[in-house]
Nanobody
Framework: QVQLVESGGGLVQPGGSLRLSCAAS????????MGWYRQTPGNQRELVAT???????NYGDSVKGRFTISRGNAKNTVYLQMNSLKPEDTAVYYC??????????????WGQGTQVTVSS
C-alpha cells in the first residue's frame, strides 16, 4: 500500500507564494512519475505539474512560469513551489503517483489533499 502525505497549503494573498510538500511511503520501489493535481467544486481534477524520477517536468498551461515542481534526493518526495499566486489558483491540491504519465492520466495513488486559498 502506498501512502502520500501532503503539507504546506494555506491562505495567501494574491501575488504571494506557497510551497507544497508530499512524502510517499509504501511498497513501490520506484515511484516513477509524481505530480500535483488540483480540483475546485464541481470540476474535474486538473494537472498542475508532474515530474519523472529524473528531471523531466510537465506543467499545466495556467501555471507555467509561476510554479516549479521538484523532487527530493530520495525520489520519494515531491515539492511544488507556487509563486505569483492568483485567486484562480484556489483549489484543493492533491499529490499523485503510481504508474501515471507525465502528461496524464494520473497514477492510482492520491494524497488526502491540501487546501490552497488565494484571497485578499
Amino acid at each position: 500500500q502506498v501512502q502520500l502525505v501532503e503539507s504546506g497549503g494555506g491562505l495567501v494573498q494574491p501575488g504571494g507564494s506557497l510551497r507544497l510538500s508530499c512524502a510517499a511511503s509504501g511498497s513501490i520501489f520506484n515511484f516513477g512519475v509524481m505530480g500535483w493535481y488540483r480540483q475546485t467544486p464541481g470540476n474535474q481534477r486538473e494537472l498542475v505539474a508532474t515530474i519523472t524520477s529524473g528531471t523531466t517536468t510537465n506543467y499545466g498551461d495556467s501555471v507555467k512560469g509561476r510554479f516549479t515542481i521538484s523532487r527530493g534526493n530520495a525520489k520519494n518526495t515531491v515539492y511544488l513551489q507556487m509563486n505569483s499566486l492568483k485567486p484562480e489558483d484556489t483549489a484543493v491540491y492533491y499529490c499523485n503517483t503510481g504508474q501515471g504519465r507525465l502528461s496524464g492520466p494520473p497514477g492510482k495513488y492520491w494524497g488526502q489533499g491540501t487546501q490552497v486559498t488565494v484571497s485578499s
